[in-house]
């Protein structure tokens, strides 16, 4: 007979937090995407901390680009700013069998969607001065929602310099978003 294994319970506690800062909301969102379903609360807020805790440098969360973001603030205050996102609908806690993990809700996932395609952005036009490559290979299965929202910021950006990078995608990457990128090359072309 198996025994019955009972959730670990959360309480969320604001700690009185009404509002918080813009870039402090993308942080937290930010910080959250190497955990998301893998981890909970406890361990985006080390990130956040920038903790040397053994688990974050084992699973290189360390990398992350806020992370320390609150190195400032001790865990108990990040924790609340943590608990007051899931209260307003930012994250969410699903259970996989007893342990509470974080995932994004369809309003936090909208916001890092946008931060996470600038981020992109930025390290694509590093990828015009230096011709490498290489991040072109992690584009491949990636969310398709954000990468045509990439592919769209591109498009505005009306810069023919990112058509070599375009081509090279393009041999990378799956049929519908070889597509994609097909239209923002010749409307970039078009644009010259």
Same mark, same amino acid.
């Given at each position: ?20 800062p813009q870039d402090e909301i ?36 360390? *990398? ?23 209260? +307003? ?11 509470? $993990?974080?995932?994004?809700? +369809?309003?936090?996932? +909208? ?21 490498n490559f290489d991040l072109l ?13 990439? $592919? ?15 081509? +090279? ?22 644009? *010259?």
């Amino acid at each position: 007979m198996s025994r019955k294994r009972r959730r670990v319970l959360v309480y969320l506690d604001t700690g009185g937090i009404k509002v918080l800062p813009q870039d402090e909301i993308r942080a937290i969102l930010r910080a959250a995407d190497d955990i998301i379903s893998s981890g909970g609360r406890g361990i985006l807020a080390k990130i956040l901390k920038g903790s040397r805790d053994k688990k974050v440098l084992e699973h290189k969360l360390n *990398e992350s680009p806020v992370y320390g973001y609150f190195k400032d603030l001790s865990i108990a205050d990040i924790t609340s700013k943590i608990d007051w996102m899931i209260k +307003e609908h930012y994250l969410r806690i699903e259970y996989d069998f007893r342990l509470p $993990l974080l995932v994004y809700t +369809e309003r936090g996932w +909208e916001i890092e969607k946008d931060t996470y395609t600038d981020e992109l952005l930025s390290k694509m036009k590093d990828m015009q001065r230096t011709l490498n490559f290489d991040l072109l290979d992690t584009f491949r299965g990636r969310n398709r929602a954000m990468m045509l929202l990439l $592919l769209e910021k591109i498009r505005k950006s009306k810069d023919a310099r990112y058509i070599p990078i375009l081509e +090279e995608w393009k041999k990378r990457d799956y049929k519908k978003v070889r597509q994609a990128i097909a239209e923002v090359i010749r409307e970039l072309q078009l644009g *010259e």
